[in-house]
């Protein structure tokens, strides 16, 4: 039997019409030396003298050997823009890099060669270059600006900005590196402050290399406790993943300082660009989307591929409205009686609002849907405010509408919400009225609940206890945690 309602159809049509905005993970390389760098190496079997020892010709032949086309070595030569490239060389050395870059699907690259910036222009050209002429790749990488500065404490800092920042990075570099191979005249801890000042995100690079934690290192311990301050360290880049949970127990026990960890990718050749990446999640790719998830990195930014099989999960919810004022969940502040509906990602969703946007409101209301949980009256009483609610769930690859009808407390004058759940049907004066919240579930369930299996254009009614059960609120409670932490956040950044 397939039985639905016409407003259960335009319920799925809004839920599943709607465009989606949701950020997804971006495949990303921190931390990349191009051509540009002293010791740059090209291959991973090569040496960086056998780098500077090699022709033109011999790379020129390394790149196009398995391509199907026949290109004009003096030709292809002549054309290239002396202005952005210093030589034949340089431009195929770049282009080789480039196309690993594509090759390996990484969508946002962080430049970072050894105290000079010359390699972002060039990089962001072969780039173009490649995609333009083998437009055979989904992706267009986004190059973003860095350096990375060597120390005077034999530390590596690098530095991650904006290209309006570009100016003062260069200038900045100027007055402080004495050469490109030689570095910084400058402590770290001076480097790291100028560049915080600034508000250009910075980090000590392959942390795990330098066993400064330990005692009898070449820093001091006044030092140290100087550098891993939460102010000024708040990033660290490890090339090995494995080291993270060890310097992170450390750094918190010795010094209070709980850094978020970076993966440093640190290649110096073309077959390393896809050896340690991490994903950051995010929408349109910008320095801009970049930066904030670093800055809520426990939502935004993952050391491991995520997982992107979900095969249950919620899809959206709607909420009708009971008009005037009542409902607090509506679809336009100035427009009350419009209804409310919000559309999910199949991965990890945050719900990001100041206090009283609604957050908690629609947290309950998920819950209730799904698992028909109510601890309080008040919330009860709140949540009835709204008219029925869905849930378009998703459920082993196949999709499900729960339906929850909220009886309105003000339609027939009733004394008390708990009369709609089964208490005081007779209407007695001086009822005790109890409230349970496992009874107002089973009734919930039993009396207001229905599920509905999407089958092509008909919606299904099914067994709603086999799919309730299998419902996960993880979900929820995830949404839940990360509303406390982000009223947390706020909490801290602007205290009352």
Known sequence: MRGFNNKIKSVYRELTNTKEKFGSFHK?????????????KLFSSWTSTKYRKSTEDELFDIFFKNKKIKVDKTKFFSSFDKVVFSSPKEYISFLLLAEAILKNEIEIVVVTDHNTTKGIKKLQTAVSIITRTYPTYNIHPHILHGVEISAADKLHIVCIYDHEKESWVNQWLCENIISEKDGSYQHSLTIMKDFNNQNIINYIAHFNS????KKGSHLSGAYKRQVFTKENTRFIGVKNINSVEGSKNRLLTDFNCEPNFLLDNDSHDIDSVGKNNMWIKGGKISFKMFQEALLDYTVSVSLFEPNFEQKSYIKGLY?????GDRSFLTGDKLEKDRDFFLTFSPSMNCLIGGRGTGKSTLIDMLQFVLS?????????EFLCNHANAFVLYVLEDAEYIIEVSLPDVLQENKDNI???????RENRY???????SDSIKEWTRSQYTKVYKVEGKFFKLVDKTRILE?????????????EQRMEKKLQNLFPT
């Open 28 to 40: 990303t390389l921190i931390h990349l030396h191009t051509p540009v760098s002293y010791d740059y």
């Open 372 to 380: 028909q949980d109510c601890d309080k009256q008040s919330k009860l």
């Open 210 to 213: 330098y066993n400064i934690l």
């Open 319 to 323: 909420i009708q409205s009971r008009g």
């Open 418 to 424: 708990l009369q709609y759940y089964g208490q005081n």
């Open 430 to 436: 001086g009822y005790p009225y109890n409230y349970n």
């Open 470 to 482: 299998k419902c996960l609120i993880g979900d929820i409670l995830l949404m839940s945690w990360l």
